[in-house]
């Protein structure tokens, strides 16, 4: 069994924030750590002191964590950035709160005290003795220190206090991963002080010293145990007050913490079997499990179960059936063809995910330049006369200033050309359109011309289409880039209502230009002929999209599965090694490939890849401590070479977000690796000793501990068949007493009013084999067995990917 635990957050928005520039506003962003260790950052929202980022992440990480926090900031473009408060919630709060911590949470003062981290390793124990005897403490080592010098380092020493006694260690010069190996004595005496401080220190030539942590040992519990050693975790000092509150603004947060205790395979193997073949049955099965699930998931939580049902799917070779279903379901009652995928059914959910998962990449290639060229123009666009501000726009030729009409007009030639060039864009990329994808689409188109024949529902296939390629996929993407990533950072308000007028032109085209989409906003009048034109394009470009046979399909997808497709792609800069470790000051940038199989790199994307790194030979992948390069954006990773030496290639980024992407997509591909390292140096070896903890022996194992299980959770992530297999679990575990009560109605309402699976096969209850399933995996959780469950579904029926 494996325990994981992850982080769902929401950065919603912040209020009354205090102004830090001279123009009376702030340019606020969040930073996101975790145990002191940064993780995201969000974009920067300009000129305001009430920001709105929306921004949703989610975070998988050890279950060992104590801590999150979030760091609202101002970005400075000349000085260093200002801190203007910090929200923290520690891992017992969260795990109060099952359901989520959701609301404002006031921002509090970042006092240095407090802004501790890292571990130290001790050993203390009770020497025998007269009278009392005597308290040994040795001072070991210690790993990742805050950095409280300006060259990204400390000079650290400890200071161990009892019984108003105080020794200290020597000052390890330039290090966050110190040793000192040194040993204090303490007379014990009866009645003395119950508690030894061990406290670090940054020692400092000219101003105060820095407060690094400290630990507290109770030394009734030391005298029971005679010896205790270890790595402590280095504690704040809380004995001051805390100010600020209130007065430095609010934050909206959504952080939901979970933790899962995921099995074996094998034990999973009942409950993806039976789910499997209620799809294969699709909706003749005798159960009709899939329907059941969706009435008893409640709407808060529909898109989440719709995102691991249709995971879970997608890794058996069934997404395509499984939505084929749904849409079945959902055409079965549907009467209207103007409501159809309307709601936030589990169709529509499951459909808005597989577009994610499945067609992020061909998002981006169609797009992509269309929005890049929204954000380098800036111009100022608006149709709605009501909206229009002639002084945003100044004068249109050297004397003449523009007039409403002019704004207008060149707002609508603006919207033309961007609307054109995307429809024109889509009608090219009927090849680039992942297979399943396309498959999934003649599907739907099928299915809703069968349910709606005739010449008055001749648009309703397309229509059926547009709902999800255009309203819940295209149109999303183009009014928030940034949380498609498609840009780093959020737009500014005139680009952002470029967008936005963009999209609606684009939903109308999406809807076939109906009286009721032009009905609701007459300004958008002046794009009509494009509208109508793109309507054409769009009917033409879905009628290619759909004509993709069965043969060709597998021929598509079996074409793919040859080629390793890219799990991250980008330019990174990269520093070599010279001479006997010497590192070169200079750096070059490369175009980085990394999939399945190997992380390679090359001059430029389009051309030949000029060296990789296996896969199989990856042995760590992790952040590089600031002062080696004076960069904090750098990265190492520690491999194999063809005749089985380490070697480790350094690699910078622009920005915190791009370094903690590639470490993720790094970890995530090479998780399963052997002789992955427990250790490593955040440092570099230059001349003959570590830049981290001095060691001049380059074979040490490391001074800090890797973090392998630290990653950011994305679109494109490989599929952990076992994960979501937990989490339906745990879902249908919630919903078990519904089930239950589903049970009791159809064993009362009929003796035998279930389809047959197959020819001379006695009808089978799937639903009490469910819930067998259910009790099985329960048990299986409550022993710790390794083992599959001891009771499995009747006939569940091969399993066919």
């Excluded at 005496?189 to 942590?213: I, K, P, Q, T, Y």
């Excluded at 295209?474 to 680009?495: C, G, N, Q, V, Y």
């Excluded at 791009?658 to 998780?671: G, M």
Aim: net charge neutral; hydrophobic share 35%.
């Amino acid at each position: 069994m494996a325990k994981r635990s992850s982080l769902s957050i929401r950065i919603v928005e912040g209020k009354n924030l205090p102004a830090k520039d001279i123009t009376g506003s702030s340019d606020p962003y969040c930073i996101v750590k975790v145990d002191n260790e940064p993780i995201i950052r969000t974009a920067t929202v300009w000129k305001t002191l009430c920001p709105f980022w929306g921004e949703e992440y989610q975070v998988h990480l050890p279950p060992t964590f104590h801590a999150v926090a979030f760091y609202v900031m101002d970005e400075d473009a000349l000085s260093r950035d200002d801190v203007i408060g910090k929200v923290c919630l520690t891992r017992d709060t969260l795990a109060a709160h099952p359901k989520g911590f959701s609301g404002w949470a006031h921002l509090t003062e970042v006092d240095p005290d407090e802004e501790v981290q890292g571990e130290i390793h001790l050993r203390l124990e009770v020497v025998p003795g007269t009278p009392a005897g005597r308290l040994r403490c040795s001072v070991l080592e210690a790993r990742d220190l805050a950095p409280k010098d300006r060259n990204g380092a400390s000079d650290p020493f400890v200071r161990v206090r009892y019984n108003g006694r105080t020794q200290e260690t020597s000052i390890v010069k330039k290090s966050c991963y110190p040793r000192w190996n040194e040993t204090f004595e303490f007379d014990l005496e009866e009645g003395a002080a119950e508690a030894v401080c061990v406290e670090a220190w940054d020692w400092d030539l000219v101003s105060r010293n820095d407060f690094l942590g400290r630990v507290v040992f109770n030394v009734q519990r030391l005298w029971a145990a005679q010896q205790e050693e270890g790595w402590f975790r280095l504690q704040p000092d809380q004995s001051k007050s805390r100010r600020g509150e209130g007065s430095l603004g609010s934050l909206q947060l959504e952080v939901r913490l979970r933790d899962e205790t995921v099995l074996p395979s094998g034990c999973y193997q009942p409950l993806v079997r039976l789910l499997c073949r209620e799809v294969k049955l699709g909706t003749q099965g005798p159960g009709q499990l899939i329907p059941l699930i969706e009435e008893t998931t409640s709407t808060e939580c529909r898109q989440e179960v719709a995102t691991n049902l249709l995971k879970l799917f997608l890794g058996q070779g069934l997404a395509k059936d499984f939505l084929d279903l749904l849409f079945q379901l959902e055409l079965g009652r549907t009467s209207e063809a103007n409501t159809l995928f309307r709601s936030n059914s589990l169709a529509s959910k499951s459909m808005e995910s597989f577009l994610k998962v499945v067609g992020m990449r061909y998002l981006h290639g169609v797009l992509g330049p269309i929005i890049d060229r929204v954000f380098e123009e800036k111009k100022y666009v608006e149709l709605d006369p009501s909206k229009v501000e002639v002084k945003d726009v100044g004068c249109s030729g050297l004397h003449r200033p523009q007039t409403e009409a002019d704004v207008l007009e060149h707002s609508a030639q603006t919207l033309r050309i961007h609307l054109g060039a995307l429809l024109s864009a889509l009608s090219r990329s009927v090849r680039a359109c992942p297979a399943v994808v396309r498959a999934t689409f003649r599907q739907l188109f099928r299915r809703v011309r069968e349910r709606f024949p005739g010449a008055q529902h001749e648009n309703v296939p397309f229509i059926a289409v547009t709902s999800f390629l255009c309203l819940r996929f295209l149109s999303p993407a183009i009014m928030a880039p940034k949380l498609f990533h498609l840009r780093e950072r959020h737009a500014d308000a005139r680009t952002s209502r470029t967008l936005l007028l963009l999209a609606k032109a684009v939903q109308n085209v999406g809807n076939m230009d109906t009286p009721a989409s032009r009905a609701k906003e007459a300004w958008m009048e002046p794009l009509q002929p494009t509208v109508r034109q793109g309507v054409a394009q769009l009917k033409d470009f879905i009628t290619k999209l759909v004509d993709i046979g069965e043969k060709e399909e597998l021929d598509l997808q079996r074409t793919l599965s040859l080629q390793a497709p890219p799990v991250k792609e980008g330019p990174l800069f990269i520093h070599r090694t010279k001479g006997k470790g010497h590192l070169m000051s200079s750096f070059k940038k490369l175009h980085f490939s990394l999939t399945t199989e190997a992380l390679s790199f090359a001059k430029t994307p389009s051309s030949k890849k000029s060296a990789l790194i296996k896969l199989a030979n990856i042995r760590a992948a992790e952040k590089v401590e600031e002062k080696s390069f004076g960069s904090s954006h750098v990265m190492q990773v520690i491999y194999e070479d063809d005749a089985g030496k380490a070697q480790t290639m350094y690699l910078q980024c622009k920005c915190v977000n791009e370094l903690n992407q590639w470490l993720s997509a790094l970890r995530k591909v090479s998780i399963s690796n052997p002789g992955l390292l427990g250790s490593y140096h955040p440092g570099v070896f230059r001349g003959d000793k570590w830049s981290c903890c001095h060691q001049k022996d380059k074979s040490d194992l490391g001074c800090d501990k890797t973090r392998s299980r630290v990653t950011l959770q994305e679109w494109n992530d490989p599929l952990d068949h076992d994960l979501e297999a937990q989490l339906i679990y745990r879902h249908l575990l919630g919903v078990e007493a519904a089930l239950r009560e589903k049970r009791r109605e159809l064993s009362a309402g009929t003796e035998a009013g279930s389809a047959r699976t197959g020819p001379g096969e006695a009808p089978e209850d799937a639903l009490a084999q469910l819930l067998q399933v259910l009790r099985d995996l329960q048990e299986a959780h409550r022993s710790g067995s390794a083992g599959p469950p001891p009771s499995e579904p009747r006939h569940p029926g091969p399993l066919q990917t």
